[in-house]
């Protein structure tokens, strides 16, 4: 399965982002799909994710209210709406994908893409 990141770029404090995965996957649809983020000197943390039939999300706390991760089966590809962008939420994200059906959002991931860099300043 390959990922594609993209979307990233400098914003001020308070702006919005989108960015966009697009998968190559016939079995896409059938896959819970999240978005990672890891900030320099940090740990990788899951940001939000989202059930292969979008009837399930999880979001970190840090961005709850913030950010709306949402995708599109037909077109193989998800999204995540970055709004109200803090300075601490620069990092590279990366989307991610779990193979299994079920909903796990904080199980293992087996597909990561290559990343997008955001970055907000202040």
């Known amino acids: 399965v390959q990922l594609q990141a993209s979307g990233g770029g400098l914003v001020q404090a308070g702006g919005s982002l989108r960015l966009s995965c697009a998968a190559a996957?016939?079995?896409?649809?059938?896959?819970?799909m999240g978005w990672f983020r890891q900030a320099p000197g940090k740990e990788r943390e899951l940001v939000a994710a989202?059930?292969?039939?979008?009837?399930?999300?999880y979001y970190a706390d840090s961005v709850k209210g913030r950010f709306t991760i949402s995708r599109d089966n037909a077109k193989n590809t998800m999204y995540l709406q970055m709004n109200s962008l803090k300075p601490e939420d620069t990092a590279v994200y990366y989307c991610?994908?779990?193979?299994?059906?079920?909903?796990?959002?904080?199980?293992?991931?087996?597909?990561w893409g290559q990343g997008t860099l955001v970055t907000v300043s202040s």
């Open positions: 991610t994908a779990q193979s299994s059906g079920a909903w796990s959002p904080r199980g293992k991931y087996d597909y």
């Open positions: 996957a016939r079995t896409f649809s059938t896959y819970t």
């Open positions: 989202i059930s292969w039939t979008s009837s399930a999300a």
